[in-house]
């Protein structure tokens, strides 16, 4: 290996591949034709919410009070009668 001089390291000893445009660095991914039927989340801030949220609860307790709350749902603040669950069943 070289030795660094000055804060300056040797370029990688191949270049990068080039992409239409000289656009540097370009990742080429395999799609499966089968996984194009799988449709999205129907509303994505839904399921970044519930997403956010469940992951949180993996790592903290939540306490009212000091005592500890069991939490399965939420609301959005313009919403406040559809409940939404954290954990929905799963469905199949």
Known sequence: MSENT???FDPPPV??????GGDEYVFRFRLDP??????GPDDPLLELVRGQIAD????????YHGRRVMVDGFHFLKEPDTIHMLFPPKEG
């Open 34 to 39: 089968s996984a194009g039927d799988d449709r």
């Open 15 to 20: 270049a990068p591949e080039m992409g239409e």
């Open 6 to 8: 000055n804060g300056i």
């Open 56 to 63: 949180l609860l993996r790592v903290v307790v939540l306490t």
